[in-house]
Each structure stands twice: as structure tokens, then as C-alpha cells.
């Protein structure tokens, strides 16, 4: 059945002189109009990839007070900076060791393309940092290639095999995401390949849609149960890290520490995914720079800042980024999108490895979108060969080139953070803190606890 056309008759605004002035409604925006028709006609809600498009406060609402007469900055060519950083010394008898607080957040395969994992894998092991497995399981090329390797422990149980777990350097238990709190994972058919459902014990073809809350437990007790169990699997060797959707994000911090997370990560609502409905997308969750100062808080109040580790993530694009979520109390970060865009995601061409630049603008424009806006993931006919299955596709990835290119950009992303922490002081970017920040808006002030600019003023304090 044809729905009504697309067309809107144009009338006049009451509020304005003639039909010269026409005057849309806020409420009723051209989008909305266009999300209720979606709806009328399809009777399905929207599927996508990425994260969240709405504009939210983020880090470009905070600055940094860099050193001057008060205080004095270190000379960057003379005077060192360290970036080590090591999570998960709670418990574990062998804590992570990293070069750069940046990590590489789950991606599954299955979602990603094996040679996406691959690369990602080298670039991580290049500059010094971990990166995860994601649902779904490990491949034997991810653990070839990265040196450091957190094992994710999902609802689903895609894939989840303990000669895995014990080959893992660090393991993630997730509760949830923050581009979908609440909700579970999905892999839509096009995407589940031989492969993938051989690794998941899957139908091939067929859409799979995972748990959103983990079998073995209803509450905090079991999941302290859980914790216990996959440390005497690994002979408490691997640091455990709890990863939650930032929602009700003080309580939940303080359960997953009093059942013995070594690290907890916290994703806030900028959180990408590889396909999720898009009403979880912008309409759930808080976004990070509000989650991450409501995760210090649960910390301080238990006496467990030196203790447990801090990792936020969701939206992290920029080495300020990474600076303003150390000084605002996070040990680490991790990133997911900015990774994939560095790899290539929404790049007008691929890089041949014989041939050079081949431009693929005419399949974004088959998949409706365009290079630049492609959020298309939950298809698997990624242009560029990232967020696919196909093999034709796959190969346009090259792993040793995008491997590169996401090491370029950790390593920006470094020398951006220690650039700012001597700027203000600091010979560790550990060393960062509150007192280094100010907020440009009163809304960032609110949400990050710290003093609007040029005011001593923290709103609500």
C-alpha cells in the first residue's frame, strides 16, 4: 500500500503576514515529520550504526589553565612527560602496562570486518596500548596482532570460550553500552557470515539479536559470583573490568566495586554501535563529560580512587579530550568511532595496495548516504571495507595501511596530551586535576563540578 506523498502543502504561518512567511513548528520539524511518515508507512522503528547526533555538552565546553607566573609550565624539548599507564592493580597479579592512557574499546567481529580487528590490533600494539575483542569471540588474527587483549564477557555468550579467556591479557565483563543502555546487541543477517555464526553457533543469514542482561545473574551478589568465577579461571592473574551504559552511573560504579571489579569503565551516551534502534541512540544515557564526574564521586565516597581504575569512553575524538578526562579523575580512555574513522570509515576512497586511491562514492550514494555522513554499519556493504562481511569489500581494507594510520592518530592523540599536561605543570598526565579546568558554559560547569571561567562559581555546588 503507497503511504501519503512526501509532499506538504505550504500554508501560511497565522503569526506571520502572508505565505511569503512561512513558519515552520519547533516541535514539528521537517525530521520529525519525516520520523512519523518513516513510521506510518514502514511500521518499523529505525535500525543504524554510530553514535549520537544531537548536539551534547561535551570536553570542547571545558579549558585548560596552563601554567604562568602561579605555576610553571615544563619545556617540552628538554623536560619529559610520561604517559605510562597501568589498570587493573586491585587484585589482578598481572596489571595492565600501558605506554598511552588510550585504548581500543570492543568492537566484535562480526561488526567489524576480521581485517578491521587485525589492524587495529597492530596500531594498538605499535604505540603501547590494549585493544578488546567485542561479542563474539576472539579470532586467532586479533591475537596475533595485539600485544595487550581484553577478552569481553557478554550477555550473549557469542563465543565465549574459556581457552580464550585464559589466552587474554584482561577481562571485560559488560553490562551495557552507551550508545544502547538497556539494550541488547544486534548483527543483522547480511553480516552473518559463514564465519561469524561458525564462531557463534549461529544459523548463517540469519538477523541475531543478543541479551540484554546477563544469564548468570540478576544482581549485584551474582555478579560478585561471576567476577569470583573467571578469576579462578584465570588463576587471578587478568584484571576484571566492568563496563556499564552511563545511566544511574553512581550506584552502579559502587556495586561493581563492592562485588571486585579491578576497573570500571563507563561509556557515555556519544557511545557508538554497530547497530542499535536509534530511539536508544539519542534518547538514552547521559553524556560522558556528566558520567564521568558522577563516577569520581562514587569512588571518593568509598575510598577507592587509588584502588579501582577509571576508564571513560564514548565520543573521545581529540588529544584535549583525553587530557580533560584524566584532569576530571578517568585513568584511562577508550575509543571506538574515532578509531574506525581513522582506519578510513567515511573516507570518499579506499587505498588500493597496488593501484592507490579508489574513489566509492557512488556505493555510498546506493546505500542512501553519502562520504562524510555514512552511519550504514548495521548494512555490512561498508564502502571502505570496515563494517562488513563481503569479502569483495574486505579487501578493501588493508590492514598494514589502516594499521598505520590508527597508529598516526594514537600518537597525536599522546603528544597532544602530554603538550598540555607541561603546559600546565605536569611531568605524568596522571598528574592533570580539576584545579587545571574551566568551563566556557554554565550547563558544563553543572556537569563537570568545576568553576565557570573567569568565576569561582560551580553551579549547584
Given at each position: 500500500m503507497n503511504g501519503p506523498p512526501e509532499q506538504i502543502p505550504q500554508q501560511a504561518s497565522p503569526l506571520a503576514g502572508g505565505p511569503e512567511h512561512l513558519e515552520p513548528s519547533a516541535s514539528f520539524d521537517a525530521d520529525v515529520i519525516a520520523y512519523i511518515r518513516r513510521a506510518s508507512q514502514c511500521g518499523l522503528y529505525d535500525i543504524r550504526g554510530m553514535g549520537a547526533k544531537r548536539k551534547l555538552p561535551t570536553f570542547d565546553d571545558l579549558v585548560f589553565l596552563t601554567a604562568s607566573a602561579s605555576r610553571y609550565p615544563l619545556e617540552g624539548y628538554r623536560e619529559q612527560c610520561t604517559s605510562r599507564t597501568v589498570l587493573g592493580g586491585r587484585f589482578a597479579k598481572r596489571p595492565i602496562e600501558l605506554e598511552i592512557p588510550v585504548t581500543i574499546a570492543g568492537m566484535s567481529f562480526g561488526s567489524l570486518s576480521a581485517s578491521a580487528k587485525d589492524a587495529l590490533g597492530r596500531a594498538a600494539t605499535e604505540v603501547g596500548t590494549s585493544t578488546t575483542t567485542?561479542?563474539?569471540?576472539?579470532?586467532?588474527?586479533?591475537?596475533?596482532?595485539?600485544?595487550?587483549?581484553?577478552?569481553?564477557?557478554?550477555?550473549?555468550?557469542?563465543?565465549?570460550?574459556?581457552?580464550?579467556?585464559?589466552?587474554?591479557?584482561?577481562?571485560?565483563?559488560?553490562?551495557?553500552?552507551?550508545?544502547?543502555?538497556?539494550?541488547?546487541?544486534?548483527?543483522?543477517?547480511?553480516?552473518?557470515?559463514?564465519?561469524?555464526?561458525g564462531m557463534r553457533t549461529l544459523p548463517e543469514?540469519?538477523?541475531?539479536?543478543?541479551?540484554?542482561?546477563?544469564?548468570?545473574?540478576?544482581?549485584?551478589?551474582?555478579?560478585?559470583?561471576?567476577?569470583?568465577?573467571?578469576?579462578?579461571?584465570?588463576?587471578?592473574?587478568?584484571?576484571?573490568?566492568?563496563?556499564?551504559?552511563?545511566?544511574?552511573?553512581?550506584?552502579?560504579?559502587?556495586?561493581?566495586?563492592?562485588?571486585?571489579?579491578?576497573?570500571?569503565?563507563?561509556?557515555?551516551?556519544?557511545?557508538?554501535?554497530?547497530?542499535?534502534?536509534?530511539?536508544?541512540?539519542?534518547?538514552?544515557?547521559?553524556?560522558?563529560?556528566?558520567?564521568?564526574?558522577?563516577?569520581?564521586?562514587?569512588?571518593?565516597a568509598m575510598d577507592k580512587v587509588e584502588e579501582v581504575d577509571l576508564i571513560i569512553s564514548g565520543g573521545i575524538r581529540t588529544g584535549a579530550d583525553v587530557a580533560k578526562a584524566l584532569a576530571l579523575g578517568a585513568d584511562a580512555v577508550s575509543i571506538g568511532q574515532a578509531a574506525l574513522i581513522a582506519l578510513g570509515c567515511n573516507n570518499r576512497c579506499y587505498h588500493d595496495g597496488e593501484e592507490g586511491w579508489v574513489d566509492?562514492?557512488?556505493?555510498?550514494?546506493?546505500?542512501?548516504?553519502?562520504?562524510?555522513?555514512?552511519?550504514?554499519?548495521?548494512?555490512?556493504?561498508?564502502?571502505?571495507?570496515?563494517?562488513?562481511?563481503?569479502?569483495?569489500?574486505?579487501?578493501?581494507?588493508?590492514?598494514?595501511?589502516?594499521?598505520?594510520?590508527?597508529?598516526?592518530?594514537?600518537?597525536?592523540?599522546?603528544?597532544?596530551?602530554?603538550?598540555?599536561?607541561?603546559?600546565?605543570?605536569?611531568?605524568?598526565?596522571?598528574?592533570?586535576?580539576?584545579?587545571?579546568?574551566?568551563?566556557?558554559?554554565?550547563?558544563?560547569?553543572?556537569?563537570?563540578?568545576?568553576?565557570?571561567?573567569?568565576?569561582?562559581?560551580?553551579?549547584?555546588?
Open positions: 567485542g561479542d563474539g569471540g576472539m579470532t586467532p588474527e586479533e591475537r596475533r596482532s595485539s600485544k595487550t587483549l581484553v577478552y569481553q564477557c557478554l550477555p550473549s555468550r557469542y563465543g565465549f570460550n574459556p581457552d580464550d579467556l585464559r589466552a587474554a591479557d584482561a577481562i571485560e565483563i559488560v553490562l551495557g553500552q552507551g550508545a544502547k543502555p538497556g539494550g541488547g546487541g544486534m548483527l543483522l543477517g547480511q553480516k552473518v557470515s559463514k564465519r561469524v555464526a543469514g540469519i538477523d541475531q539479536r543478543s541479551a540484554c542482561r546477563h544469564p548468570d545473574w540478576t544482581g549485584p551478589d551474582d555478579l560478585a559470583i561471576k567476577i569470583e568465577e573467571l578469576r579462578e579461571i584465570t588463576d587471578w592473574e587478568k584484571p576484571i573490568y566492568v563496563k556499564m551504559g552511563a545511566t544511574r552511573v553512581v550506584d552502579d560504579v559502587k556495586l561493581a566495586v563492592k562485588a571486585g571489579a579491578d576497573v570500571v569503565v563507563i561509556d557515555g551516551m556519544q557511545g557508538g554501535t554497530a547497530a542499535t534502534q536509534q530511539v536508544f541512540i539519542e534518547h538514552t544515557g547521559i553524556p560522558t563529560l556528566a558520567a564521568l564526574p558522577q563516577a569520581v564521586e562514587a569512588l571518593e566509492v562514492t557512488d556505493d555510498y550514494q546506493q546505500l542512501g548516504a553519502a562520504p562524510g555522513y555514512c552511519h550504514h554499519c548495521q548494512t555490512g556493504r561498508c564502502p571502505v571495507g570496515i563494517t562488513t562481511q563481503d569479502e569483495v569489500l574486505e579487501r578493501r581494507l588493508q590492514p598494514e595501511t589502516a594499521a598505520g594510520w590508527v597508529r598516526n592518530y594514537l600518537q597525536v592523540l599522546n603528544m597532544e596530551v602530554t603538550t598540555l599536561a607541561r603546559a600546565c605543570g605536569k611531568s605524568n598526565v596522571h598528574h592533570l586535576e580539576r584545579e587545571d579546568l574551566a568551563a566556557l558554559t554554565v550547563e558544563a560547569a553543572a556537569m563537570a563540578r568545576i568553576p565557570l571561567a573567569g568565576t569561582s562559581w560551580i553551579p549547584g555546588a
